[in-house]
């Protein structure tokens, strides 16, 4: 192509069915485009239901790299900007087309006031490019190897382009408000934290470190997956809990198999004072049903009957590799088969409770101090705004 | 902080960085330059590798440096002529140096057998006897433990290699034993050691490879032909001097730092006799610069951090009882159940003094013991 890119179209996708609201919805997606595009420079337009990303200095796959992170994003077209001038709109044709294969040419114009219809000047423009080819292109408007989409817009000016690259779709970060992620460091967590943040969620995350017995290695593979997740979020505040004291406790106090049980029935608690506090309407895990002991839905009931807040379980009805694929797809996958102990494998019993019962958890946990000890670590518990850059 | 982890690694020594200095910034040139200047450094990298050969009595030989211990490990595998599918043996608790190198000759079609070691991580003679025959090409033991101390007795195993198989090359790691136990390769039968910088005073980056007189290497990496062909690549001129360096500054010392570090060495060992469920893995004989034990009840990562909190940095064997590639030598000690997991290396300098041992020591037990409330 011997012309460069100027210019990203930006379509975007569920907002369009927006009512009332929409404004809401669209404000809040160019102010997460432009987060996303920090610190470049750049000119931003809106212009009849889409967006454009003109003069950046950056390299152009720089830019649909970010975008293409960005919720609510339906797709993105590296495009060329040119005046809507016939002469030019030839030449500009001319000179992004590969000059051999079949093809097609795909006009759309907004501009009602132009004294042709689209059809004709998509046939001009054909006529232009099969002129200049010497015979070498050929016109197939429905088997075609590339397809030349012309944009005239009502502002005078027309964006020449081949690819729709996929967005990430979705909501915009934050239309659905703010959400607590329990972050294990495992595969699951991250993405499902990825699918809310997809459904408009802010994501806050919470993790709970077991120092001596994790390391600082673990708490570093969780920080850096917070960094991985905010690249789709714009930022995630990271809450680390010290969890030794709790386990002390209940590996002491409680019998063994139901470690994890009552130990995750204080994660939750946990996460619900701390979400509450940072005004979260949800706490977000990243169970899927039968994965392990601790997700059958008995063991979900007796540790979901400890909060008030919803929780969500996007994973509940994956299968393990369709989890994977997406943690491929997100960047995740190879920083959470790093292999460090997190917290539920330390004291992890041989026979743990498959079908707990609430009444039997709650007999165990009166021999525990629950509320001294939740108090204490949330108290030391630290947090830390996590960006991806 | 106490840092009883220089296996791993150590401090750069004064002399050491003053070297390092020295060498960037005055004595910069190119050895491979023509004029003055270049030819000077040129014949200090040459004083420096006739230093470090008559300290391993390698006088004879020739050394090659490199950029540590793990490339001349690679280049005395893959730098040596081998008959091909011919038998390859190494001792099954080398370092990973040398275990991946073999793995990558197994995979090319060589008949690579693992001599056992005993509970201590010393190879068992008759048994390496056994694994010998006249298809034997090359031979690597390690000369002391990375993971014990255990020092083989690298010249009769590399005797009994000769008899058996007269054409075959004997390599040993000899990572941990340069500037701390003496070494001798003067009229011994063994064809090439490896040395590396930074577990002696010197910064990381640099390391050698002895090869005997009569032996052959093939360069792994070629280029502008330096270290006569055997290892292109600009000299590191600041990391040789630097090794050359230390390495005299331990040996000036070797006999004192030695009786040094085996009054450190047998102070903790005994105290540790406190808990049952510890198990000393180094030998009595061996490298005093290293102390591993196993506990049952602990795993070895947790005790690490748990002293870490404590201001104590220690090493351990097994950084994960999930990854696989821990497993090779507690197998290899054939440690069983918790023991396998528990594993801790101390790793002592010849600047360990005695009071970080006592003051270890006070801080293991309490730790130890808290830990054992929880877990026991």
């Keep these: ?389 | 902080m106490i840092y009883f982890d220089n296996a791993a690694t150590t401090a750069v020594i004064p002399e050491a960085a003053e070297t390092v200095v020295r060498y960037m910034t005055e004595k910069y040139f190119n050895p491979s330059a023509m004029y003055h200047e270049g030819l000077s450094v040129k014949n200090d990298i040459e004083r420096a590798r006739a230093g470090i050969l008559s300290r391993i009595g390698g006088a004879q030989g020739k050394l090659y440096f490199t950029s540590g211990g793990t490339e001349s490990d690679n280049l005395a595998f893959f730098g040596t002529k081998k008959k091909k599918n011919s038998r390859i043996i190494i001792s099954e608790a080398e370092h990973a140096a040398v275990y991946q190198s073999a793995m990558v000759l197994k995979q090319n079609g060589f008949d690579v057998c693992m001599a056992p070691v005993d509970a201590h991580g010393a190879v068992d003679t008759d048994a390496f006897k056994e694994l010998l025959n006249e298809n034997t090409s090359f031979v690597s033991v390690i000369h002391v433990s990375n993971e014990t101390g255990a020092v083989n007795d690298i010249v009769k195993l590399a005797e009994i290699t000769k008899r058996a198989a007269p054409g075959a090359l004997f390599h040993s790691d000899g990572v941990q034993a340069g500037g701390k136990i003496r070494i001798n390769l003067n009229g011994a039968p063994i064809d090439l050691y490896s040395l590396s910088a930074h577990k002696i005073g010197a910064p990381k980056g640099t390391g050698a490879l002895y090869a005997a007189k009569n032996v052959h290497l093939n360069p792994v990496i070629v280029g502008g032909g330096q270290e006569g062909g055997v290892r292109s690549s600009t000299e590191n001129t600041a990391g040789i001097m630097a090794f050359d360096a230390a390495f005299a500054a331990c040996t000036e010392k070797l006999n004192e730092s030695f009786s040094n570090v085996s009054f450190i060495h047998d102070y903790i060992r005994s105290a540790l006799a406190f808990a049952d469920d510890i198990k000393i893995l180094s030998p009595e004989s061996g490298s005093p610069y290293i102390l591993s034990f196993c506990s049952g009840s602990v795993r070895g990562e947790v005790i690490e951090h748990a002293m870490e909190r404590e201001g104590v940095l220690v090493g351990t064997g097994s950084a994960c009882s999930s990854n696989k590639a821990t497993r090779r030598i507690p197998e290899a000690l054939k440690l069983k159940g918790g023991y396998a997991e528990g594993i801790v290396r101390l790793s002592f300098s010849r600047f360990s003094t005695p009071g970080e041992a006592e003051a270890f020591v006070v801080k293991f037990k309490k730790v130890y013991e808290e830990l054992k409330s929880h877990v026991g």
């Design chain 1, 1 to 389: 192509m011997s012309v460069e890119y100027n210019c990203i179209l930006i379509r975007f996708g569920e907002i369009f069915l927006k009512g009332h609201n929409r404004k809401f919805f669209e404000d809040l997606l160019i102010c997460n485009i432009k987060s996303a595009l920090k610190p470049l420079k750049y000119t931003f337009l809106r212009s009849q239901g889409r967006y454009y990303v003109e003069d950046a200095k950056e390299e152009t796959s720089e830019i649909v790299s970010r975008l293409t992170r960005v919720f609510g994003i339906h797709s993105v077209s590296p495009a060329v900007k040119v005046r809507t001038d016939e002469e030019e709109l030839f030449k500009t044709a001319i000179a992004m087309s590969p000059m051999t294969g079949k093809f097609r040419v795909t006009v759309k114009r907004a501009d009602k006031r132009l004294p042709f219809t689209s059809a004709e000047m998509a046939g001009k423009i054909g006529g232009a490019l099969l002129k200049a080819s010497g015979g070498k292109l050929k016109v197939d408007l429905f088997d075609y190897d590339f397809e030349l989409n012309v944009d005239i817009r009502d502002n005078g000016y027309s964006y020449l382009f081949y690819d729709k690259i996929p967005g990430a779709g979705g909501l915009p970060v934050g239309c659905s408000g703010s959400g607590m992620l329990l972050l294990s460091g495992g595969i699951d967590s991250p993405v499902a934290g990825w699918l809310m943040a997809k459904r408009g969620v802010r994501l806050n995350a919470i993790h709970f470190h077991s120092f001596p017995y994790t390391s600082e290695l673990a708490l570093q593979k969780v920080k850096d997956l917070a960094a991985r997740l905010s690249g789709y979020t714009g930022g995630v505040k990271l809450f680390v809990v010290p969890f030794t004291e709790i386990q002390y406790a209940i590996h002491e106090k409680c019998p063994e198999s139901f470690m994890i049980t009552i130990m995750r029935r204080f994660m939750m608690r946990i996460a619900e004072r701390i979400a509450r506090r940072e005004e979260c309407g949800a706490i977000i895990t990243g169970e899927s049903l039968g994965q392990v002991a601790s997700q059958t839905m008995q063991s979900m009931n007796v540790t979901n009957s400890v909060v008030t807040l919803p929780v969500f379980r996007p994973l509940i009805g994956f299968d393990k590799e369709e989890i994977i694929d997406i943690s491929q797809k997100i960047d995740t996958f190879d920083i959470s088969i790093r292999p460090y102990e997190d917290c539920c494998t330390v004291f992890l019993p041989k026979n743990p409770v498959i079908r707990p019962k609430i009444g039997e958890a709650v007999e165990y946990e009166n021999r525990l101090d629950v509320d001294a000890l939740i108090e204490d670590a949330v108290q030391r518990t630290t947090e830390e705004f996590i960006t991806s850059k």
